[in-house]
């Protein structure tokens, strides 16, 4: 397999499909990219409710199935916000430490 050199390797999602879902995961994320947000994202939910439906010819069993593939996703989804404020997380660890050199916090010296 070779490094794609427009992904991210510190993206968490990245690691986050098992096996050989992984690479399945890369590759229509190749061909999704440069496309709308909502053309993806109509195409993987026509994906899911496909592969569901072939598997499934029952209705109940279709059903449990999906709910449980919604479920995992949306705590996956859950994890890459912050539980706090509700923003989305940052996908890079902020690693970098600003030093002011010649900074005198006034408020030591005055005892404060």
């Known amino acids: ?13 990245h690691g986050t499909a098992p096996g050989s879902s992984l690479e399945l995961f890369r590759e229509m994320g190749k061909l999704a990219s440069g496309r709308p947000h909502e053309d993806v994202v109509d195409a993987a939910c026509n ?7 072939q598997k ?5 069993a279709a059903e449990v199935m999906f709910d449980e593939h919604f479920g995992k996703s949306k705590q996956l989804l859950k994890n890459h916000y912050d539980a ?9 660890p902020y690693d970098q430490v600003l030093s002011v050199p010649f900074f005198q916090d006034l408020d030591k010296h005055r005892g404060k």
């Not at 994906?47 to 439906?53: E, S």
């Not at 706090?84 to 890079?92: D, L, M």
Request: charged share 30%; glycine share 8%.
């Open 1 to 13: 397999m070779t490094d794609d050199p427009l992904r991210n390797r510190r993206d968490p999602l």
């Open 84 to 92: 706090i404020n509700g923003r989305r997380k940052g996908i890079f």
């Open 47 to 53: 994906l899911l409710i496909n592969a569901i439906r």
């Open 56 to 60: 499934y010819s029952g209705w109940q």
